[in-house]
């Protein structure tokens, strides 16, 4: 590994998270089994990329720490389902932009559950974090598709902010690749009993897209953003994966003709400037020889898309 090849190895992290909302529509199922085979397939990739690594997907597992796993899966798994609701109802650049508004959550819960101190600079991050959702809003009318669409998405991000500091607790002590695995693990057991009956009927090809998504957009992405935290700074990641939503609008626009408007094109520039701005203010960490050393508020630390 080295630095070029570790940034090589975030672009195509961004580029496999930008992929799951196009493989969110392809797979004819609903959220909640798109889910369960989505984490089921990425725990089994895991678990393996642990064992490759020599470290025990149990290991340091404490019954305070298994139960912060379990809470965190649960927010994880809501998530995800309510991100594949956007896609279907709204579209994958409306759920994506929608989901894109976590950063902003981020910043009113910590203000609000932990009481510290927010600055300008992060209420002007909200501010135009809010001002591009309200450009992308095709009426504010929830009939309308588009609208319901981003709320869902809005919602799924709001779930990835209450994941991201969960996560917090979650990740104390233990492995990334051990925190997801179980994570996963848990998303698969408590969507199991809402997809069971689904699942047997699901056509070939749902479950080879099934397949492509949990192992390649989920473990391989996941096991790539961790071994870049060893080599880059996690400012650096995060601004190469806040280009997600910029990656999904394209493969929508290319796979299913889902050409975005200019306000939504509009709306897409002024939160992912907004993200990205974020990232160039935040302080940079000294380098980590060790992934499990650094995180990034961005996609998994507990996943991401």
């Known amino acids: 590994m080295t630095h070029r090849r570790a940034l090589a190895c975030v672009h ?16 004819h199922a609903s959220a909640v089994a798109i ?5 089921a397939f990425a725990a089994a990739v895991l678990a393996l990329a642990a064992r490759l690594r020599g470290k025990a997907v149990s290991g340091a597992l404490t019954l305070p720490r298994a139960g912060a796993l379990a809470f965190s899966g649960c927010l994880m798994a809501a998530h995800w389902v309510t991100f594949f609701v956007a896609v279907k109802v709204g579209g994958i650049a409306i759920a994506t932009l929608g989901f894109a ?3 902003a959550f981020i910043t009113l819960l910590e203000s609000l559950l932990f009481r510290e101190r927010v600055g300008a600079a992060e209420w002007l ?7 591009g959702l309200v450009l992308v ?4 009318d929830l009939a309308d598709s588009g609208t319901a669409g981003l709320a869902w998405g809005v919602a799924s991000g709001l779930a990835f902010a209450l994941l991201a500091l969960a996560n917090r607790r979650a990740a104390a002590g233990m492995d990334p690749l051990q925190v997801a695995c179980g994570q996963n693990l848990v998303v698969a057991l408590v969507t ?10 699901l056509p070939a090809a749902s479950w080879f ?3 492509v998504l949990g192992v390649f957009c989920t473990g391989l992405a996941h096991s790539l953003f961790v071994t870049a935290l060893g080599w880059l700074k996690a400012r650096t990641v995060g ?12 493969f929508a626009w290319a796979c299913f003709g889902q050409q975005p408007g200019a306000r939504t094109l509009l709306g897409a520039a002024v939160i992912v400037a907004a993200i990205v701005a974020a990232g160039l203010r935040a302080p940079a960490p000294a380098r980590p020889r060790h992934a499990a050393a650094e995180g990034v508020s961005g996609h998994e630390s507990g996943h991401s898309q």
Not at 137 to 140: K, R
Not at 192 to 201: I, M, T
């Open 192 to 201: 199991l009993p809402f997809a069971a009956r689904e699942l047997p009927a």
């Open 125 to 131: 991050l909200l501010g135009l974090v809010t001002a």
């Open 239 to 250: 601004m190469v994966v806040a280009l997600e939503p910029v990656y999904a609008i394209a």
């Open 137 to 140: 809003t095709p009426s504010l």
């Open 209 to 211: 897209w099934l397949a």
């Open 101 to 103: 508004s976590f950063p």
């Open 35 to 39: 889910t369960m085979g989505r984490a």
């Open 12 to 27: 195509l992290v961004a580029l496999l998270f930008g992929l799951v909302g196009v493989l969110g529509e392809l797979i």
